[in-house]
């Protein structure tokens, strides 16, 4: 099993920044990604930013620029800095990781609890 501990977010304001950071344990061989989406009310589930295992990043277009990914591969943590943040990045942002874990070498994905940003003034 694979437990994600999520810390960051809360109530910022326009202009303002955040980071949000996540610990990855548990049977863990190896990790193909570590990265955050985030849910709006009404809206579906968004990619905001992933990075994998080689260093490759993804951004979400809405984010790029103002956003930064970074990885600690030995201490199994992501974290992501948001930065001039606008009312449109209020959503709840759940740390997302595939991992192959032990015993099986199975790949699966995994969730965090998610925790909440508002962007507000």
């Known amino acids: 099993q694979v437990q994600l501990v999520e810390s960051g977010g809360g109530l910022v304001q326009p202009g303002g920044s955040l980071r949000l950071s996540c610990a990855a344990s548990?049977?863990?061989?190896?990790?193909?990604?570590m990265g955050w989406y985030r849910q709006a009310p009404g809206k579906e589930r968004e990619l905001v930013a992933r990075v994998f295992s080689d260093g490759r990043t993804n951004y979400a277009d809405s984010v790029k620029g103002r956003c930064t990914i970074s990885r600690d591969n030995a201490k199994n943590t992501v974290s992501l800095q948001l930065n001039s943040l606008k009312p449109e990045d209020t959503a709840v942002y759940y740390c997302n990781v595939e991992v192959i874990v032990r015993p099986t070498f199975r790949q699966g994905r995994y969730w965090g609890q998610g925790t909440q940003v508002t962007v507000s003034s």
């Open positions: 548990g049977s863990i061989f190896s990790i193909n990604y």
